[in-house]
């Protein structure tokens, strides 16, 4: 089935003076537009087409290959980003509250301890990818993935993601990474969506 491009759950300025408006504007309005347009394209009169995009991605993704094929990286890219989207509001950040705070400190230690390997994932990870707080087999973990790659395609359930790529955060951090990392960790992450996705997967 064709796979709607989303609109932002907040308004192109509302993440400032963290997110600019402008780079919404491209990683929003382009990237991920492009990204959609071209998996609805991919699949469209395909027996794809039937198929939910979380299908695709796990039908379509090669734990061999030393690059994923076209149309998984569409269907990833197009399904990463939205969910990137909803892991973000004005005025976040903080600290989870609740059975998701109580399962951060079972499994981490404590959310700092949290935070210092959410951030070490996404600043070694070279080149382009994924940043991911994920629940696997009950524990929770984080991950790193490159380019497109998904842990629904390995079997995790994603709970709270961070864009690594470049063009997340270029105009306004340049080649500050960390920084970026942890801004995002203090001033950005949704944890009420987080803990939404946490109770739906447990």
Known sequence: ????????????????PHISANTLSFHHGKHHAKYVSTYNE??????????????????????????????????????????????????????PTG??????????GSFEKFKEEFKAAG?????SGWAWLVLDNGTLKVTKTP???NPIAQ?????????????????????????YANTF???????DFVAEQYAKAK
């Open 1 to 16: 089935m064709s796979y709607e491009f989303p609109n932002l759950p907040y308004a192109q300025d509302a993440l400032e």
């Open 42 to 95: 991919m699949v469209q009169g395909t027996e794809n087409e039937s198929k939910s995009i979380e299908e695709v991605i796990k039908a379509s993704y090669d734990p061999s290959a030393k690059a994923q094929s076209g149309l998984f990286n569409n269907a990833a890219q197009s399904w990463n980003h939205t969910f990137y989207w909803y892991c973000m509001k004005p005025g976040g950040g903080g600290e």
């Open 99 to 108: 059975e998701l705070a109580e399962k951060i400190k079972a499994d981490f």
């Open 123 to 127: 600043g070694s990870q070279f080149g």
């Open 147 to 149: 380019d497109a790659v």
């Open 155 to 179: 079997g995790q359930t994603p709970l709270l993601t961070m864009d690594v790529w470049e063009h997340a955060y270029y105009l306004d951090y340049q080649n500050l990474r960390p920084s």
């Open 185 to 191: 960790l203090d001033s950005l992450v949704n944890w």
